[in-house]
């Protein structure tokens, strides 16, 4: 059930959701919650409340202003002689779902002044407007965060990048040192083995 806006980018959805009981000076009645949204975006919506005679004037006022295929109501007729009893209320439920469906369906009446009045479309193209505005703003600030974010850790990698060089550069020299002091050490030790072989070698007698 979608109604084109008079800018003809937006899609609305109007449903009867649930029916209400109310007290009123005349007594209890019944108020059906129609729930209005866009189509692409369930969240930006709001439920204006009609009773069944604020349908039946719809109803009127359509066929009066010329539109043809005007739908019928559902009966106002309850079972048991009561218009409060829940069967009848759902059936009636069912029924109205059915009306609005072929008006929305219907493309001149979708864009009519009544139906747009009778559900204060007027009013929400104005709210639905701020609504995508600030879902706009919100989308910004997040890119702006996860911007924010990556920008923090690519300065933390840079970071950690620049300490292992410097680590690399530092250790560097005391790795030669030790690989310097290491065949240092060799040589020394060959020295030694070389002057202790030498030692224990037996001694020549040159003649007299």
């Known amino acids: 059930m979608l109604v084109p806006s008079s800018a003809g980018d937006v899609l609305i959805q109007a449903t009867v959701v649930k029916v209400e009981m109310v007290d009123q000076k005349e007594g209890t009645v019944a108020t059906f919650c129609v729930k209005v949204s866009t189509s692409h975006d369930g969240y930006n919506s709001f439920v204006v409340r009609r009773r069944f005679r604020q349908f039946d004037a719809l109803h009127s006022t359509l066929k009066s202003s010329g539109f043809k295929g005007v739908p019928d109501l559902p009966s106002k007729q309850g079972f048991g002689g009561t218009s409060k009893h829940r069967a009848f209320l759902e059936k009636r439920q069912t029924g109205l779902n059915t009306f609005l469906a072929a008006l929305l369906n219907d493309p001149a009446i ?72 290491q065949d240092t050490e060799a040589a020394l030790g060959e020295a030694a083995l070389e002057k202790a072989r030498h030692s224990r070698a037996p001694k020549l007698l040159l003649p007299a």
Request: aromatic fraction near 4%; charge should be negative.
């Open 110 to 181: 979708a864009i009519s002044e009544d139906l747009r009045s009778f559900l204060e479309l007027n009013a929400a193209e104005q709210l639905f407007e701020k609504l995508q505005e600030k879902d706009q703003n919100v989308n910004d600030l997040v890119r702006e965060k996860d911007q924010f974010v990556n920008d923090l850790v690519r300065e933390r990698d840079d970071a950690l990048e620049a300490m292992r060089r410097r680590l690399a550069e530092e250790t560097s020299p005391s790795s030669s040192l030790r690989s310097q002091l």
